[in-house]
């Protein structure tokens, strides 16, 4: 079942963070949204997890959503096995291989705490994964990881999403991750989608690709920035 | 009832490393409570310090000793340690339940906590005589009395134990479609833990001073009567080795409270490790 979204507002207060947007995510399909910080990114993101009772207009979602957050959000007196279980209906056989699919079979008994960033991000990611969701929602799942790290979790997200084939939301301020990872790129500005670009450009993807250079160019463009800086 | 505020600080103290030097010296420490311990000896046996105030060390070592034999420590110990147990028990189990049903809901706390607050207010051995009133001179007074003490830090603690958990942890159970059980269950309790540990050491610490001075103003039985009972005969030795029994007492339960928040938070232990 597609994601529909029309008419989609939020006001905190006198400030309007979403206007009204109307939006279809494709079943299968990566997409990217990017905008400006305060742009109501994550406000969007928690409207389709159903995270945010003040928000109006009409939103057609699956029920099988699954989150991934910023932080990752693993419950600190769980271990690890029990956090990908929460919840979860299915055999403890199918946690095991989420934890296998993210290359932390060993770390199954480990509390979260004692995991590295990018070890209990894959978790967070393996968490909603198991869960085998039609709409998966990553907001800014990598922005708080160190560079090395997160290119490794980039790859890591493309093969699992070409595995599963969920449709993605990913909430980005990162265009150059926008450009390798999504097959189409939304822009919220003002409240309001303002662009929504198509990126048919093969995978795996590199930075240099011509193609992805004018992509980048026009985006930042879009977010207000000249590639050498504040436009 | 001050101390219920206080002692928030008390695992991460507890975390700090020990430095190899300190353990070295470690034995420094005993020195002068020996000191002490002789020169009190000295004084007794010289009669500078007359037995009717305080009896020598030794006379008290032998009488515990004898006390011990003769059987009448051990039933006085096993009373009050069963009305400390038994108070508790019930005080506690009150004071959390009270705790979990304020702590889930705006309705749940507009009902219990100014009910908690008012009587908190209440300097509770004040409530003694009445309490004598109604429930007589048996067990059930100092038993309630010990409940009663007890049930307030262990409400408080865990009352703002539960407010206290992360609430984007609740996000993340909405997100997983945990049910409001399971929520209770594995985020919501688990989460406020720590802080009903904290209020656990302290209600085990006002348990044995309601029992204290509830078994100082009636009893029959039981430490403070056998304390009580050797002050008509000016054996001070027996009033120390009571004292000293109930020290010995308070520090094994909390003790026992850390053993078992060691295993309970070894989740965050292995944080700070």
Same mark, same amino acid.
């Given at each position: 079942?597609?994601?529909?979204?029309?008419?989609?507002?939020?006001?905190?207060?006198?400030?309007?963070?979403?206007?009204?947007?109307?939006?279809?995510?494709?079943?299968?399909?990566?997409?990217?949204?990017?905008?400006?910080?305060?742009?109501?990114?994550?406000?969007?993101?928690?409207?389709?997890?159903?995270?945010?009772?003040?928000?109006?207009?009409?939103?057609?979602?699956?029920?099988?959503?699954?989150?991934?957050?910023?932080?990752?959000?693993?419950?600190?007196?769980?271990?690890?096995?029990?956090?990908?279980?929460?919840?979860?209906?299915?055999?403890?056989?199918?946690?095991?291989?989420?934890?296998?699919?993210?290359?932390?079979?060993?770390?199954?008994?480990?509390?979260?705490?004692?995991?590295?960033?990018?070890? *209990?991000? =894959?978790?967070? @990611?393996?968490? +909603? /994964?198991?869960?085998? $969701? !039609?709409?998966?929602?990553?907001?800014?799942?990598?922005?708080?990881?160190?560079?090395?790290?997160?290119?490794?979790?980039?790859?890591?997200?493309?093969?699992?999403?070409?595995?599963?084939?969920?449709?993605?939301?990913?909430?980005?301020?990162?265009?150059?991750?926008?450009?390798?990872?999504?097959?189409?790129?939304?822009?919220?500005?003002?409240?309001?989608?303002?662009?929504?670009?198509?990126?048919?450009?093969?995978?795996?993807?590199?930075?240099?690709?011509?193609?992805?250079? *004018?992509? =980048?160019?026009? @985006?930042?463009? +879009? /977010?207000?920035?000249? $590639? !050498?800086?504040?436009? | 009832?001050?101390?219920?505020?206080?002692?928030?600080?008390?695992?991460?103290?507890?975390?700090?490393?020990?430095?190899?030097?300190?353990?070295?010296?470690?034995?420094?420490?005993?020195?002068?409570?020996?000191?002490?311990?002789?020169?009190?000896?000295?004084?007794?046996?010289?009669?500078?310090?007359?037995?009717?105030?305080?009896?020598?060390?030794?006379?008290?070592?032998?009488?515990?000793?004898?006390?011990?034999?003769?059987?009448?420590?051990?039933?006085?110990?096993?009373?009050?340690?069963?009305?400390?147990?038994?108070?508790?028990?019930?005080?506690?189990?009150?004071?959390?339940?009270?705790?979990?049903?304020?702590?889930?809901?705006?309705?749940?706390?507009?009902?219990?906590?100014?009910?908690?607050?008012?009587?908190?207010?209440?300097?509770?051995?004040?409530?003694?005589?009445?309490?004598?009133?109604?429930?007589?001179?048996?067990?059930?007074?100092?038993?309630?009395?010990?409940?009663?003490?007890?049930?307030?830090?262990?409400?408080?603690?865990?009352?703002?134990?539960?407010?206290?958990?992360?609430?984007?942890?609740?996000?993340?159970?909405?997100?997983?479609?945990?049910?409001?059980?399971?929520?209770?269950?594995?985020?919501?309790?688990?989460?406020?833990?720590?802080?009903?540990?904290?209020?656990?050491?302290?209600?085990?610490?006002?348990?044995?001073?309601?029992?204290?001075?509830?078994?100082?103003?009636?009893?029959?039985?039981?430490?403070?009567?056998?304390?009580?009972?050797?002050?008509?005969?000016?054996?001070?030795?027996?009033?120390?080795?009571?004292?000293?029994?109930?020290?010995?007492?308070?520090?094994?339960?909390?003790?026992?409270?850390?053993?078992?928040?060691?295993?309970?938070?070894?989740?965050?232990?292995?944080?700070?490790?």
């Amino acid at each position: 079942m597609a994601t529909r979204l029309s008419g989609v507002a939020r006001a905190f207060g006198d400030r309007v963070v979403l206007d009204s947007i109307d939006l279809e995510l494709r079943d299968g399909e990566f997409t990217a949204l990017l905008g400006r910080s305060g742009s109501g990114k994550s406000t969007l993101l928690r409207a389709l997890a159903g995270l945010d009772d003040e928000v109006t207009g009409t939103i057609e979602v699956t029920d099988s959503v699954a989150v991934a957050f910023q932080e990752p959000r693993l419950v600190p007196w769980k271990r690890l096995l029990a956090n990908i279980t929460l919840g979860l209906d299915a055999p403890v056989s199918k946690a095991k291989e989420a934890l296998a699919e993210v290359g932390l079979t060993e770390r199954a008994g480990a509390w979260p705490l004692t995991l590295s960033g990018g070890e *209990a991000q =894959r978790a967070s @990611l393996a968490r +909603a /994964l198991v869960r085998e $969701p !039609e709409l998966l929602l990553l907001d800014e799942p990598f922005s708080a990881l160190d560079a090395l790290t997160r290119i490794t979790i980039h790859h890591l997200v493309l093969e699992l999403w070409a595995r599963h084939r969920p449709a993605v939301l990913l909430v980005t301020h990162d265009v150059d991750e926008a450009l390798l990872l999504a097959d189409r790129v939304l822009v919220l500005d003002e409240g309001r989608i303002a662009h929504d670009i198509p990126i048919t450009t093969d995978r795996p993807r590199h930075r240099e690709d011509p193609d992805l250079v *004018a992509l =980048r160019t026009t @985006l930042l463009a +879009a /977010l207000g920035v000249s $590639p !050498e800086g504040r436009s | 009832m001050s101390v219920v505020e206080l002692a928030r600080p008390v695992e991460k103290a507890r975390a700090t490393p020990k430095a190899p030097r300190r353990r070295v010296t470690a034995w420094h420490r005993w020195l002068s409570p020996l000191a002490l311990l002789v020169v009190w000896q000295l004084a007794s046996a010289t009669g500078l310090l007359p037995e009717r105030l305080l009896a020598a060390p030794a006379t008290i070592a032998a009488t515990a000793v004898d006390l011990t034999q003769a059987g009448t420590l051990p039933t006085a110990v096993g009373v009050s340690l069963q009305r400390v147990l038994i108070g508790f028990a019930v005080g506690g189990t009150i004071g959390v339940l009270l705790a979990v049903v304020a702590g889930l809901s705006r309705a749940g706390e507009n009902a219990v906590d100014p009910i908690m607050q008012m009587l908190r207010a209440l300097p509770f051995f004040g409530l003694i005589p009445l309490f004598i009133l109604w429930f007589g001179i048996g067990e059930e007074p100092k038993i309630l009395l010990v409940a009663l003490a007890v049930s307030f830090p262990l409400y408080l603690n865990t009352f703002s134990g539960i407010r206290g958990v992360d609430g984007k942890l609740a996000e993340v159970a909405k997100t997983l479609r945990l049910s409001r059980g399971r929520l209770i269950r594995h985020i919501v309790l688990p989460g406020a833990l720590p802080q009903t540990l904290v209020g656990l050491r302290q209600a085990l610490g006002v348990a044995w001073l309601a029992l204290i001075v509830a078994e100082q103003v009636n009893a029959t039985t039981g430490l403070g009567y056998m304390i009580n009972d050797a002050r008509e005969f000016l054996r001070t030795d027996v009033i120390v080795v009571g004292l000293l029994v109930y020290s010995a007492l308070g520090l094994a339960t909390d003790s026992l409270v850390r053993l078992l928040e060691r295993r309970a938070l070894a989740w965050r232990r292995g944080f700070l490790a």
